[in-house]
């Protein structure tokens, strides 16, 4: 048999450089047909035939290819499934928003969970979801829980934020996250601008634990250009992987001041990476650190902030109300970015796309349905403010390969080759464009008929099915 195997072997080689069949046609479980399949990793940019088996890409081909079942693609871009780095609406409702966006992993990496065994468990146990997912351990989350905030919600209201730590606390925050790595933490959550009582000093001790355990520090950074350069300096220190989170809303009228010192970073050999979402208007917990300077701002300030239960624009008293109530997690989201800074932070070289999304009961912000969407459709095709290929870039191979070092298993995200995962999304770049607004974030996007999460058909004729073969994208446990 090996003998006939060596001969035969390189004669179907040949015959398929012929494009000649040979032996026996495989039958793929799904064959994606006719599509401009893109993938930013080897370039490749044309007509293929996609053959999946199981939930791998088998068959890359120029010829066509049998399917039990095969979708017709032409004149629509098969891309590989896009990888948001920093989603919070880590839930059905949320995945059932980003996934007709085109979003087939979703990982919360910013604020993350304090405790990642079960946070894994709810969702591996209920049998598979619409997406991948996957977290990190937070700073955010174990600094509530050492220092007792009285918030139960993402964000601290009180003392986790504002308090100053002890050594023993910093001990403490420590051993929860090297805990959270041990069980698997895709990465290393920050919120310094949500934590004002913690350190530069405390947080450098964190970025350390997360370079012990080879893990990126993906941060929502205070402070403005000044902050940037301290986190950036601590994370240098430290040895870690950092990546600033948001890089459109944290740089805001200081953006390009922004992208020049992350460059200036990694031209000295740093690894530091940033993202972006493309909405001038950003989203937070109204109890949160953000505000507590309200009381100064001047009366026409809070007509910016537009409540997210109600899409009512606030005043001072209705924002001194909400804020109140926060401890009930009331969300707002702030408006005010101009649509140059937007614009400068997607087209950026330095910028992934991420959402920063969450929906949940209807209500949340557009980003969560429509970041990928509107990228392509407003910034791609009605600008042509970036190549359709960067964009992909930024929503495929740059996050897949931002994690790669501590989770393997995304060097077989965000590309489209044979032996990769079959995660893929297929899009009508002709009418691919966002829909949601800030009154109804739950309008989904629009050109985005076909969606593929491991070789399952998760959005079929642009509707969620009702597959869930979404599993845990988790570092490996030790
Ligand atoms: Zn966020």
Known sequence: MTRRWSILTPVCAALSLLQIACGPATTYDVVVA??????????????????????????????????????????????????????????????????????????????????????????????????????????????MKVLGDPSKGLLPTGIGGSGAATEAQIAEMESMLRKGLAEGAVAVGFGSAYTPGATMAEIERMFRVAAEGGASAHIHMRNNVAGLDSTIAAAAAAKVKLHIVHVNSSGDTNLVAFLDHIKAARDKGQDVTTEAYPYGAGMTEIASALFDDWKTWPDSRFGQHQLVSTGERLTRRTFEQARKQGITNATVIIHGRSEEQTRAAIVSPLTMIASDGFIENGRGHPRTSGSYSKVLGKYVREEKALPLMDALRKMTLLPAQRLEARVPAMAKKGRIKVGADADLTIFDPATVIDRATYEDATIPAAGIPYVIVGGQVVVDSGKVTTARPGRAIRAPVQ
Do not use: C, K
Request: aromatic letters at 4%; charged letters at 20%; hydrophobic letters at 40%.
């Open 34 to 143: 006719n599509g401009r399949v893109m993938d930013p990793e080897s370039g490749v940019d044309g007509v293929r035939h996609v053959g999946i088996t199981g939930a791998s890409i088998a068959a890359i081909s120029e010829r066509p290819l049998r399917g039990t079942r095969v979708i017709d693609a032409s004149g629509h871009v098969v891309a590989p499934g896009f990888v948001d780095l920093h989603e919070h609406g880590q839930q059905e409702e949320s995945y059932a928003m980003m996934v007709r966006d085109g979003v087939t992993s979703a990982l919360e990496l910013e604020v993350g969970t304090g405790d990642v065994a079960p946070w894994y468990a709810a969702r591996d146990n209920a049998g598979g979801q619409i997406v991948n997912y996957g977290v990190s351990v937070g700073h955010i989350q174990a600094r």
